[in-house]
């Protein structure tokens, strides 16, 4: 089963902290994900990666960079929190063999609460 | 821009009924339609994945379709148990790079 971490479940930080979320996937996959999650406005893309130091923007890039050094891990950077970062941010991860067969496999979330 | 929408945004069904999610989209050119299924706090759990040339797959209780031409697709969960309780999302692949674009969901309660 493809298994994908994430540091933490939850996450308290202050105004103006530089904050890591960290993922790994175990299945060498090639694409690597961020979302966050917010009642009302559904899942939305921050950041994803195609591979090791690639990288393109989401839908909401702003107030956020990512990293991937490694494959297998996939980082996401606040680099000033701010109170409006205050979310459910979920990683995934998919193979991309094909278009029309690739599906994500998500982890379990962090939830962030900036003070 | 495609968007999805989810319809109804929550649901409240009697244990054993048989029911009907709904998700349409607005741009038919896909490469597939994914279900997914969220259990309150946690992450997502991909539950049905349909190619764009396909018109449905089934797993088990659940079914879903696909209509590109109309640019619907459905969930159907027969025998409903509360088990079934959950947040479930649909998502359309639209683009040759994975990415996938989410509904807002429907929220599940299954009563005893």
């Known amino acids: 089963d493809v298994k994908v971490t994430q540091s933490s479940r939850y996450l308290v930080k202050r105004t103006g902290e530089k904050v890591f979320l960290e993922c790994v996937q175990d299945?060498?996959?090639?694409?690597m994900f961020w979302y966050r999650q917010d009642p009302g406005l559904g899942l939305r893309l921050i950041y994803f990666?195609?591979?090791?130091?690639?990288?393109e923007k989401g839908d909401i890039p702003e107030g956020y960079s990512v990293s991937r050094e490694k494959k297998e891990r996939f980082s996401l950077i606040l680099e000033s929190a701010s109170t409006n970062q205050t979310s459910m941010y979920l990683c995934?991860?998919?193979?991309?063999?094909?278009?029309?067969?690739?599906?994500?496999?998500f982890g379990p979330g962090t939830r962030l609460t900036v003070l | 821009k495609q968007e999805v929408t989810q319809i109804p945004a929550a649901l409240s069904v009697p244990e054993g009924e048989n029911l009907v999610l709904n998700c349409s989209f607005t741009?038919?050119?896909?490469?597939?339609l994914q279900w997914f299924r969220q259990d309150p706090g946690k992450g997502l759990t991909s539950l049905l994945l349909?190619?764009?040339?396909?018109r449905e797959q089934t797993s088990g209780r659940l079914n879903a379709s696909l209509d590109k031409s109309s640019g619907r697709s459905t969930l159907y969960i027969a025998a409903s148990q509360p088990g079934d309780s959950a947040t479930y999302l649909c998502?359309?692949?639209?683009?040759?790079?994975?990415?996938?674009?989410f509904g807002q969901g429907t929220t599940l309660q299954v009563k005893p």
């Open positions: 995934a991860s998919s193979l991309w063999e094909s278009s029309s067969t690739d599906t994500q496999y």
């Open positions: 299945m060498d996959h090639e694409n």
């Open positions: 990666s195609y591979d090791v130091k690639m990288k």
């Open positions: 741009d038919s050119a896909i490469y597939n």
């Open positions: 349909i190619q764009s040339s396909q």
């Open positions: 998502a359309v692949g639209s683009g040759n790079t994975g990415k996938l674009i």
